[in-house]
């Protein structure tokens, strides 16, 4: 299993920046999927998540609201459509799967992480 995360560069504040998240060996249509993030001296934190059904969809209450998170099963892709970018959004986003159809305990994905995508949110 390999989930892959790009897309992400620099920013400035209250712009935006669309994330992929690509599987390959593995087939996403099954499995909810979610995004995380570690910023520069904190632990990583989950973002959002999507479940097999992409009507249902979970996010931090810190991007709420300006974060949407999206699924193209046909390509194996996911997305995380980032607006209102602000510096404390700045950290690397990993995409991970809870290894289940829905998000209850995505926060407790195992991995693998892959190397993620910086993201910097800087003027």
């Known amino acids: 299993v390999q989930l892959q995360a790009s897309g992400g560069g620099l920013v400035q504040p209250g712009g935006s920046l669309r994330l992929s998240c690509v599987a390959s060996g593995f087939t996403m249509d099954h499995y909810a999927i979610a995004w995380f993030r570690r910023a520069p001296g904190k632990e990583r934190e989950g973002v959002a998540c999507?479940?097999?059904?992409?009507?249902?969809?979970t996010y931090a209450a810190s991007v709420k609201g300006r974060f949407t998170i999206s699924r193209h099963n046909g390509r194996d892709t996911v997305y995380l459509q980032m607006t209102g970018l602000k510096p404390e959004d700045t950290a690397v986003y990993y995409c991970?799967?809870?290894?289940?159809?829905?998000?209850?305990?995505?926060?407790?994905?195992?991995?693998?992480w892959g190397q993620g995508t910086l993201v910097t949110v800087s003027s």
């Open positions: 999507i479940s097999s059904d992409p009507s249902l969809t």
């Open positions: 991970a799967t809870p290894y289940s159809e829905r998000c209850t305990y995505y926060t407790n994905s195992p991995g693998p």
